[in-house]
């Protein structure tokens, strides 16, 4: 069984940013909720080869900028409401200013998650939120949300991460704006468990909770879909192959319409009960196939140890 998840435009398949025409300069500003991973997206991102810089004044912002004209490294701009001289209209006017330029390629990504997953990460590492200093976490975050709002609706790119793990944004960000040019799709292959929810990254779910379950086998409870007892289990369900191959002609199908597209990346989602046998399983013979016909696979299995 397949479906596809409602649409939300922070985690639809997007093309791939195209590379920068010669003596361009690509400048990425940064910006979004705090504590939605802002900081880790600039740590990704100088990882990748641009420079980052972290809560430059606004007024210095065009003199950085042009000092790269000559040598156009590429940059990568924090902001948030820490900024010094922070306010939204000043933020989409540098952006203005740097579209009309024909020297610079510029983008705006907003790091964004969920308001309790941000109150629960401030809650959790006993930080004040920087909009409500003597206030509750939640005043900050809704006071901060209404500010952001006309930057993350002008955002080129919009990355939620309120289900990612730490590696995934940097998995993101390196599909979305890589400086090689190779160009190819990256395809990232996670288990779940329905029963802890859809991941929200999903671009495809396919559902195995109709196969046999290896749960109420006593001797194949504690295993996980990586040992070959509950592999064997899983596939001499006589429904499992015919359900494999019909995935994977849809996949032969469409994954070649989506690299005409020019995605950059696609997520690919296996769910079953409590993500940890059928899917994780199925997510392992998925992820091998792709890497036989060539393509970039990853696989995370979300829920295998809860």
Known sequence: MVTEPKSDPQIQPQAKSAPPQAGQRRVLMVTGMSGAGRASALRALEDLGYEAVDNLPLYLLDALIATGREEPSPLALG?????RGF?????LSALD????DDGFDPHLVFID???????????ETRRRHPMAQERPVADGIAMERRLLTPLKDQAS????TTTLAPGQLKNILEAEFSLETGGEMTLFVTSFGFRNGLPREADLVFDARFLNNPY???DLRSLTGRDPAVAAFVSADPDYEPFLSRVTDLLDLLLPRY????KSYLTI???????KHRSVYTAERLAAWLDERGYRARIRHRDIHL
């Open 79 to 83: 902001i948030d409401t820490r900024t």
């Open 87 to 91: 306010d939204t209209v000043s933020v």
């Open 97 to 100: 200013r740097l579209k009309e």
């Open 113 to 123: 998650a969920d308001n309790d997953v941000l109150e629960r990460r401030f809650t």
């Open 157 to 160: 790119r919009r990355i939620d």
């Open 216 to 218: 109420y086998d006593p």
């Open 259 to 262: 690299e005409k597209e020019g």
């Open 269 to 275: 989602a296996v769910g079953c009960t409590g993500g």
